[in-house]
């Protein structure tokens, strides 16, 4: 699996867990219903600020690890 597919996939599980709609999700995180739509299919990269509006309003964490 690749990252778009997963992090699309826990965005959707997790939405879900808290019994939301795409709409509701949408309005909370403040991004397009497309775009949201799109992520969760695995098929639109999402950009930093997005991902980390979306983990804030689904109570998921996010963290970045670059290693060289």
Known sequence: MDL???I???IKQ???ELRLEQ???CEMADIGSTT???LEQGK???TLESLEKLTKV???E???ELKG
Do not use: E, M, Q, Y
Request: proline share 0%; hydrophobic share 40%.
């Open 62 to 64: 996010f963290s970045l």
């Open 8 to 10: 699309g996939l826990k």
């Open 4 to 6: 778009k597919t997963d």
């Open 44 to 46: 639109a990269n999402i």
């Open 58 to 60: 689904l109570g998921l």
């Open 23 to 25: 709409v509701d999700l």
């Open 14 to 16: 997790r939405r879900k």
């Open 36 to 38: 949201l739509s799109k």
